[in-house]
């Protein structure tokens, strides 16, 4: 009867182990540990150059957004009189929010409706769109493809405020002016985020498989629809942020587009406070600037929790993107 210690070697066709070969390791079975064991010294080694400069980053991004929280729990008065990075005596940023959307009978609600109108809007239709460009780009060849892409890239380099006026003069004759179709419609448009769909739709959608979505009968537009749209959600949440956040932050389009105040986003409405704090215009009072600094502080919440709503799709696309199946 064969002891169970040798039984493997036995049943694997090999010759059976003696009790010094099973008790003592391999060199083969030696060479993980001793490799981890030379290589752990260098996993703890820090970079002293590299660590300042990441410090130098964080510092960079998360000061401003410090000096915000701060600045909204001031009063116009502490703003100047107080140090920049601290908190007052008597912080107050329950009656800023406040008075912030009370102020001129509430008007910044409507402009932080508004800003959420345009950008969520904009970023919807402009992924899908992209997508749909993107993808037609990637998986069908047709006349002139080349030279259509090409003038796609030569879009990206054009800046958007070059665009503007000429964007403006057209709206007008099609009396679109002052209207959220003016914000809207020319945000739809994403050279970028087009490229990007492009580039991500050559390997994300295999061509094998739209090939026996065809054999089985279904349709162009439905492949799209059910099989590539989905394969392309991480590159849709990609151009969604990209256009959320140049939409909301959208300032020269919408201030030429729209006139009446009840239209505006919050860029162009805090905007006008600010103006009026500083030229002391009609419905200023002392507290403007103070109240513009929390309009701008509130402003930015939506965004944030998009991103962290979002992140998790988004990084778990591009994981699996660089994984080659």
Same mark, same amino acid.
């Given at each position: 009867?064969?002891? @169970?210690?040798?039984?493997?070697?036995?049943?694997?066709?090999?010759?059976?182990?003696?009790?010094?070969?099973?008790?003592? @390791?391999?060199?083969?079975?030696?060479?993980?540990?001793?490799?981890?064991?030379?290589?752990?010294?260098?996993?703890?080694?820090?970079?002293?150059?590299?660590?300042?400069?990441?410090?130098?980053?964080?510092?960079?991004?998360?000061?401003?957004?410090?000096?915000?929280?701060?600045?909204?729990?001031?009063?116009?008065?502490?703003?100047?009189?107080?140090?920049?990075?601290?908190?007052?005596?008597? @912080?107050?940023?329950?009656?800023?929010?406040?008075?912030?959307?009370?102020?001129?009978?509430?008007?910044?609600?409507?402009?932080?409706?508004?800003?959420?109108?345009?950008?969520?809007?904009?970023?919807?239709?402009?992924?899908?769109?992209?997508?749909?460009?993107?993808?037609?780009?990637?998986?069908?060849?047709?006349?002139?493809?080349?030279?259509?892409?090409?003038?796609?890239?030569?879009?990206?380099?054009?800046?958007?405020?070059?665009?503007?006026?000429?964007?403006?003069?057209?709206?007008?004759?099609?009396?679109?002016?002052?209207?959220?179709?003016?914000?809207?419609?020319?945000?739809?448009?994403?050279?970028?985020?087009?490229?990007?769909?492009?580039?991500?739709?050559?390997?994300?959608?295999?061509?094998?498989?739209?090939?026996?979505?065809?054999?089985?009968?279904?349709?162009?537009?439905?492949?799209?629809?059910?099989?590539?749209?989905?394969?392309?959600?991480?590159?849709?949440?990609?151009?969604?942020?990209?256009?959320?956040?140049?939409?909301?932050?959208?300032?020269?389009?919408?201030?030429?587009?729209?006139?009446?105040?009840?239209?505006?986003?919050?860029?162009?409405?805090?905007?006008?406070?600010?103006?009026?704090?500083?030229?002391?215009?009609?419905?200023?009072?002392?507290?403007?600037?103070?109240?513009?600094?929390?309009?701008?502080?509130?402003?930015?919440?939506?965004?944030?929790?998009?991103?962290?709503?979002?992140?998790?799709?988004?990084?778990?696309?591009?994981?699996?993107?660089?994984?080659?199946?």
């Amino acid at each position: 009867m064969t002891s @169970p210690k040798f039984s493997t070697s036995l049943e694997q066709g090999g010759p059976p182990l003696t009790p010094a070969a099973a008790s003592t @390791p391999s060199k083969t079975q030696r060479l993980p540990a001793e490799a981890r064991s030379r290589r752990r010294p260098s996993a703890h080694r820090r970079s002293t150059p590299l660590t300042i400069v990441m410090l130098a980053v964080l510092a960079y991004f998360l000061l401003p957004l410090f000096w915000l929280l701060v600045a909204s729990t001031k009063s116009t008065q502490d703003l100047f009189n107080s140090f920049g990075l601290w908190f007052s005596d008597a @912080p107050q940023l329950l009656s800023n929010v406040k008075a912030t959307f009370t102020q001129d009978d509430g008007v910044f609600g409507r402009w932080l409706l508004n800003t959420v109108l345009y950008a969520g809007v904009s970023a919807v239709g402009a992924a899908l769109l992209a997508a749909a460009a993107g993808y037609g780009f990637a998986k069908y060849r047709f006349r002139g493809h080349g030279a259509a892409f090409n003038l796609v890239l030569g879009a990206i380099m054009i800046p958007t405020t070059a665009l503007a006026i000429p964007t403006y003069l057209l709206f007008a004759k099609a009396e679109l002016v002052n209207t959220p179709w003016a914000v809207i419609l020319p945000s739809l448009v994403s050279p970028f985020g087009l490229y990007l769909m492009r580039i991500y739709a050559e390997d994300a959608v295999p061509d094998s498989l739209i090939e026996a979505a065809r054999m089985d009968g279904a349709g162009e537009l439905r492949i799209f629809l059910t099989i590539a749209l989905r394969l392309l959600a991480p590159g849709l949440v990609t151009v969604v942020l990209f256009t959320l956040v140049a939409t909301w932050n959208n300032y020269f389009l919408p201030l030429i587009m729209l006139n009446d105040p009840n239209l505006y986003p919050i860029t162009v409405g805090l905007s006008s406070w600010a103006a009026q704090a500083h030229n002391g215009g009609a419905g200023a009072s002392s507290d403007m600037l103070a109240l513009v600094v929390t309009g701008s502080l509130i402003s930015i919440v939506p965004l944030v929790l998009a991103f962290l709503m979002l992140q998790r799709y988004w990084q778990s696309g591009l994981a699996t993107g660089g994984v080659k199946q």
